[in-house]
């Protein structure tokens, strides 16, 4: 059975940069053709997509984010991670990695999700 | 606020049937972009219900489907029990934004 977990820092301060893991387990993140992704939900709201990425480096990334993001995989380590630079108090977010059937489509395996904090 | 536009609630009774409503455009659903439907229960990560509109993944019971019309998608749980009160999110892609898209998520009550 697929499994993804999330793993970094619970507390970042403001400007400075989130960083978050996404370690795959029992099965390859290099298998098939599906993309992996993260998506972010502030507390109380709604569902954000912030990137897609391939096992080959090839990325999806939500503009509105300004370049903020970075979305890298380490297909040694069957990972993938996610960079947020200069965060404020609204990147506050649960936030979760995800395997994709296709960029454009579903998100059939997700993590716990992780509670990530901007605050001083 | 969501390129999709979603209720923000909608409920019933036990063994009613309910739909949930996803709105969105030539960008996105109108062009022929796949709507995938998520229902997240309290405190836990979201489960993908429906994908390309009307598939369901193994191990989804028939009482979940899903439907398009045009420029929208809808959701249809029949026989509703307690255990489908959660939030219900659509997701597809709109190429005006060149990205994955979300809607706002409605609330599921059972009454």
């Known amino acids: 059975q697929l499994r993804l977990q999330e793993s970094g820092p619970g507390l970042v301060k403001p400007s400075e940069t989130l960083s978050l893991t996404c370690t795959v387990s029992?099965?390859?993140?290099?298998?098939?053709?599906?993309?992996w992704g993260w998506i972010r939900q502030p507390p109380g709201e709604g569902l954000e997509w912030i990137g897609s990425?391939?096992?080959?480096?090839?990325?999806y990334q939500n503009s509105s984010l300004k370049s903020r993001a970075t979305i890298s995989v380490d297909t040694s380590r069957n990972q993938f991670s996610l960079r947020l630079t200069s965060v404020t108090a609204a990147d506050t977010a649960v936030y979760y990695c995800?395997?994709?059937?296709?960029?454009?489509?579903?998100?059939?395996?997700w993590g716990q999700g992780t509670l990530v904090t901007v605050s001083s | 606020q969501s390129v999709l536009t979603q209720p923000p609630s909608v409920s019933g009774a036990p063994g009613q049937r309910v739909t949930i409503s996803c709105t969105g455009s030539?960008?996105?659903?109108?062009?022929?972009?796949?709507v995938q439907w998520y229902q997240q229960l309290p405190g836990a990560a979201p489960k993908l219900l429906i994908y390309?509109?009307?598939n369901r993944p193994s191990g989804v019971p028939d009482r979940f489907s899903g439907s398009k019309s045009d420029t929208s998608a809808s959701l249809a749980i029949t026989g509703l029990q307690a255990e489908d009160e959660a939030d219900y999110y659509c997701q597809s892609y709109d190429n005006s934004v060149n990205g994955v898209v979300f809607g706002g998520g409605t609330k599921l009550s059972v009454l």
């Open positions: 990425i391939y096992y080959s480096g090839n990325v």
């Open positions: 029992g099965g390859s993140i290099t298998g098939s053709t599906y993309y």
């Open positions: 390309a509109f009307t």
């Open positions: 995800a395997r994709e059937i296709t960029v454009t489509g579903g998100r059939d395996y």
């Open positions: 030539s960008s996105n659903i109108g062009t022929g972009y796949d």
